[in-house]
Antibody, heavy 119, light 105 residues
Framework: QVQLKESGPGLVQPSQTLSLTCTVSGFSLSSYGVIWVRQPPGKGLEWMGVIWGNGNTNYNSALKSRLSISRDTSKSQVYLKMNSLQTEDTATYYC?????????????WGQGVMVTVSS | DTVLTQSPALAVSPGERVTISCRASESVSTGMHWYQQKPGQQPKLLIYGASNLESGVPARFSGSGSGTDFTLTIDPVEADDTATYFCQQSWNDLTFGSGTKLEIK
């Protein structure tokens, strides 16, 4: 069945770089895109960036200068790297599979990984 | 950016019918989708394309609307429906609504 699982450090120091991995199973990254979405404690959802099945990427303009998303299809993994972290980047980070066609939405989500930015 | 506006909270009793609204600042055609997020869990897709029920989601959930005004309806509401409900559009770039927290009395 389709599964996604995020992994990465739970604690990152301010100004450092966050590296997260989304490991997927049950589908091919060459056929489906993956989105990263984050959620600060008690707040709403913010999309961060997308890597499509063809390998192209799109980023939220608010994060674009700090964010990079890549993948390794042979490992079924998608990577997120974001630099210059600040306390406001404290959030739960999710990856989700994109189902696209006329429009796109997210049909399977990982459980999320909580990242705290603190010294 | 297309802004999606949701009312912050609702409280209903089990067995009642509840409608959760989402208004877009500009037309998104039928490119509106709904998610349920229970406390401590990841979001779950309920409705896509404004009115299409995701596989495995109970028929108590339904969606309607087009253009700028959309509604998620739960009828009848059950205690397990306690959650925050988010709308999301992908017609004009991508945005999420701020969520409506549903309390079951």
């Amino acid at each position: 069945q389709v599964q996604l699982k995020e992994s990465g450090p739970g604690l990152v120091q301010p100004s450092q770089t966050l590296s997260l991995t989304c490991t997927v199973s049950g589908f091919s990254l060459s056929s489906y895109g993956v989105i990263w979405v984050r959620q600060p404690p008690g707040k709403g959802l913010e999309w961060m960036g997308v890597i499509w099945g063809n390998g192209n990427t799109n980023y939220n303009s608010a994060l674009k200068s700090r964010l990079s998303i890549s993948r390794d299809t042979s490992k079924s993994q998608v990577y997120l790297k974001m630099n210059s972290l600040q306390t406001e980047d404290t959030a739960t980070y999710y990856c989700a599979r994109i189902r696209d066609g006329t429009y796109y939405y997210f049909d399977y989500w990982g459980q999320g990984v909580m990242v705290t930015v603190s010294s | 950016d297309t802004v999606l506006t949701q009312s912050p909270a609702l409280a209903v009793s089990p067995g009642e019918r509840v409608t959760i609204s989402c208004r877009a600042s500009e037309s998104v055609s039928t490119g509106m989708h709904w998610y349920q997020q229970k406390p401590g869990q990841q979001p779950k897709l309920l409705i896509y394309g404004a009115s299409n029920l995701e596989s495995g989601v109970p028929a108590r959930f339904s969606g309607s609307g087009s253009g700028t005004d959309f509604t998620l309806t739960i009828d009848p509401v059950e205690a397990d429906d306690t959650a925050t409900y988010f709308c999301q559009q992908s017609w004009n770039d991508l945005t999420f609504g701020s969520g409506t927290k549903l309390e079951i009395k």
